[in-house]
Nanobody, 117 residues
Framework: QVRLVESGGGLVQAGGSLRLSCAAS????????MGWYRQAPGKQRELVAR???????NYADSVKGRFTLSTDIAKNTVYLQMTSLKPEDTGVYYC???????????WGQGTQVTVSS
């Protein structure tokens, strides 16, 4: 059974930093994708960053150079280090586990990130 639990969200001033964590269980990193999505009020959920084990990490253009996705395989944890935060980064951040074979997605419950100007 797949379970994703996010943590690390909060309120931060513009220019600040936060690190999100996603503790995963019941997953297999190899061949599958782990990533972060976000949803701002009134907007659709959008990709922030995604990695396939031993492959490249893809970032949304809006976060390139500011956000870094990393993984700790031993801890089954995915991180999103966010720096130089902007008010437009505000939203609920969701951890995602995607199995390409069968196109199956699993989501965490989300963690709120609020960036004040």
């Amino acid at each position: 059974q797949v379970r994703l639990v996010e943590s690390g969200g909060g309120l931060v001033q513009a220019g600040g930093s936060l690190r999100l964590s996603c503790a995963a269980s019941g997953i297999i990193f190899s061949g599958n994708d782990m990533g972060w999505y976000r949803q701002a009020p009134g907007k659709q959920r959008e990709l922030v960053a995604r990695i396939r084990f031993s492959g490249p990490t893809n970032y949304a253009d809006s976060v390139k150079g500011r956000f870094t996705l990393s993984t700790d395989i031993a801890k089954n944890t995915v991180y999103l280090q966010m720096t130089s935060l902007k008010p437009e980064d505000t939203g609920v951040y969701y951890c995602n586990y995607h199995i390409p074979w069968g196109d199956v997605d699993y989501w965490g419950q989300g963690t709120q990130v609020t960036v004040s100007s």
